[in-house]
């Protein structure tokens, strides 16, 4: 008799929950497994965060049912801590445990060195900006045992050496996970299912952030096979996940046909060629010129003779840890700091614009409506096709409906960073330096910023620590180290963790979620002809030797995949066939049941296949 299986750690049975007149869950009916690693996605406001807050118990639904397993041991990471502020650092991670018995353990001291490497551990908790609180907060967490971690926004105020530490762990960790991120590379190295949170629903799709792409794309391809379809956001996301990364999107040979097939006539994210000529008859061949560029603060040399060129139409992004003079770059490229040495020009029709962290400056009062057509009614942005109005930039960006008559003061944080980046675009500016741009966005409202930037003809510089997006936005990687020098980085991001790594006297796991992407971080010269340093490449290391055995199992495993990609490739046609006839059958109530029972036959097939194909293609390895 087969073994019943595991009971989840926690069910929702038919929850509701709502705020005011506002419903932010439904009757939604969900679980989670042992080993469940969960990413929740969804617009700010849907309600993930209460979704998180109710299977960890700390707010009740007004309606339904809660069931956790018992003796449940669950960590909880809201978005705000309840550290006491009189404590020290270490007292308030480690409690009364003496430092030499979390010292003996490895996985204490990874997160301790981390997570708070860069943190005083006698400093008083009460003296902490926030982003050192959040850390202190995730580090005591995750030195307890607990069988389910929930984590809110875990990646916030972390930088990208940090975050791939983070996916190392939970992915190691023992237990399953439930989180909330923006941060898409985080919820593709670590996630095994992907709920979707939207109109008081929560659907749910196997795999991490590129496999939901997939999944909705194909959903919409299925609902309305249209050229206007054809363009959406989804698929163009999807294109670019797929482009250069034969195996982007971690899954089988038959997934990789259907993304292929979905996206066999999708052009790439940006006409590079034409941005670049557009940009220069905006800009002109100069932008910024850096020549032996040195600003020294006190005894720190903060740039030590920095030679670099910034041409029309480059996007780069900059990486770089917390106080290594990345801030102090652009400061001096655009002229808000004068150097100690050598000097800066820039091109006579540059027009900066620079997204910030605040909204200060804004009249809290004012409506989202007025506030935009008070600065201008219409925006000549190049590359958009001409002008575009306020109202099509406000819709482009999200706000419809009530959300245009909304009190700025009342917007989430979420909602002002979007409003903010509109009132820059309004000016028209050709150069837009982008300071941490993903705070506070949703995943669609990033999305919706990507595709804005594809078309946009000026120059780009991203400072952020979301991977996906720099990944997404940049063509060029650069490295500030805190050595003075700028560094070009022609592998991007993975170069970066690679040269952090060697750096570092114990060497940190790297995550690889996604074999050989680097989006648009080619390797080779600049465009605009900056000059570069030379970093060293990791040696190659040689593969194990492997027995006759292993290659006799390798050999039969593939001849195994080779059998299944058959059987699906027939699978597929059937259903196709089924799908056709369910459509010429609308009408036909009976017939219809009829096709609709086969068509689940041939579903429960394929998917037994597919989880044969994934086991046969790991002995294939």
């Known amino acids: 008799m087969a073994a019943n299986p595991a009971p989840n750690l926690v069910n929702l049975e038919a929850v509701s929950k709502g705020f005011g007149t506002r419903l932010l869950l439904d009757k939604v009916s969900l679980g989670v497994g042992r080993g469940d690693r969960v990413g929740v996605v969804g617009r700010n406001g849907d309600g993930k965060s209460t979704l998180l807050q109710i299977l960890a118990r700390r707010l009740e639904p007004d309606a339904g049912r809660v069931t956790q397993n018992r003796d449940l041991r669950l ?67 995750l030195l307890t045992d607990v069988d389910l971690l929930i984590l809110d926004e875990p990646t916030n105020h972390l930088d990208i050496e940090a975050v791939n530490w983070l996916a190392a762990h939970v992915v190691d960790r023992a237990g399953a996970l439930i989180v909330v991120t923006h941060d898409r590379w985080f919820l593709d190295a670590v996630c095994t299912d992907t709920w979707e949170v939207q109109g008081g629903r929560v659907s749910s799709y196997d795999g991490g952030y590129a496999a939901y792409v997939l999944a909705k794309a194909e959903r919409a391809r299925t609902e309305q096979v249209t050229e206007a379809k054809r363009q959406n956001l989804l698929k163009k996301e999807l294109a670019w996940l797929r482009r250069g990364a034969p195996a982007r999107t971690t899954k089988s040979k038959f997934r990789v046909d259907a993304a292929n097939a979905l996206i066999e006539d999708e052009p790439a994210p940006r006409d590079k060629l034409a941005l670049s000529q557009l940009a220069t008859s905006r800009l002109g061949k100069d932008v910024f010129d850096a020549e032996d560029v040195s600003l020294a603060f006190g005894d720190r040399l903060m740039l030590d003779r920095v030679t670099f060129r910034l041409g029309p139409a480059d996007r780069i992004g900059l990486l770089g840890p917390n106080g290594a003079g990345k801030t102090t770059f652009l400061k001096v490229l655009t002229g808000q700091l004068a150097p100690t040495a050598g000097q800066v020009k820039q091109g006579k029709t540059v027009r900066t614009a620079h997204l910030s962290q605040t909204l200060d400056e804004v009249d809290g009062s004012s409506t989202v409506l007025a506030h935009i057509t008070g600065i201008r009614r219409t925006a000549a942005l190049a590359g958009r096709g001409g002008e575009l109005a306020s109202s099509q930039l406000l819709e482009r960006f999200g706000f419809t409906g009530d959300k245009l008559t909304t009190r700025i003061s009342d917007l989430s944080g979420g909602e002002r960073r979007r409003l903010q980046l509109l009132r820059i675009l309004l000016d028209e500016p050709n150069v837009l330096i982008l300071d941490e741009p993903t705070n506070d966005l949703d995943v669609e409202t990033l999305t919706v910023l990507e595709d804005f930037l594809d078309s946009w003809p000026g120059v780009v510089v991203v400072v952020t620590h979301d991977r996906y997006f720099l990944e997404r936005v940049s063509d060029m990687v650069y490295a500030i180290m805190g050595d003075g020098r700028v560094r070009h980085l022609p592998r991007g991001v993975e170069q970066y963790l690679a040269e952090l790594t060697a750096g570092t006297p114990v060497r940190r796991a790297v995550v690889q979620p996604v074999p050989g992407a680097q989006g648009g971080n080619q390797a080779g010269t600049t465009s605009s002809g900056a000059r570069t340093s030379t970093l060293t490449e990791d040696a190659p290391t040689s593969p194990a030797p492997s027995t006759p055995a292993d290659a006799a199992a390798a050999r039969a495993a593939k001849k195994e995949l080779n059998r299944i990609e058959r059987q699906l490739s027939k699978l597929a046609d059937t259903e196709k066939k089924l799908h056709d006839q369910l459509a010429a059958n609308a009408s036909d109530y009976a017939k219809l049941a009829e096709l609709d029972t086969e068509l689940r036959k041939v579903t429960e097939e394929r998917e037994e296949l597919e989880t044969a194909w994934l086991e046969a293609a790991e002995r294939a390895e």
Request: net charge negative; proline share 3%.
């Open 75 to 141: 960590g909880y990471l809201g978005q705000s801590d309840d550290l006491d502020p009189a404590l020290t650092v270490i007292q308030a991670v480690t409690g009364d445990v003496e430092t030499y018995t979390w010292a003996a353990d490895p996985r204490a001291r990874s997160v301790m060195e981390h997570l708070l490497g860069e943190i005083d551990h006698e400093a008083l908790v009460g003296t902490l900006s926030g982003g050192e609180r959040r850390r202190v907060s995730l580090a005591r967490l």
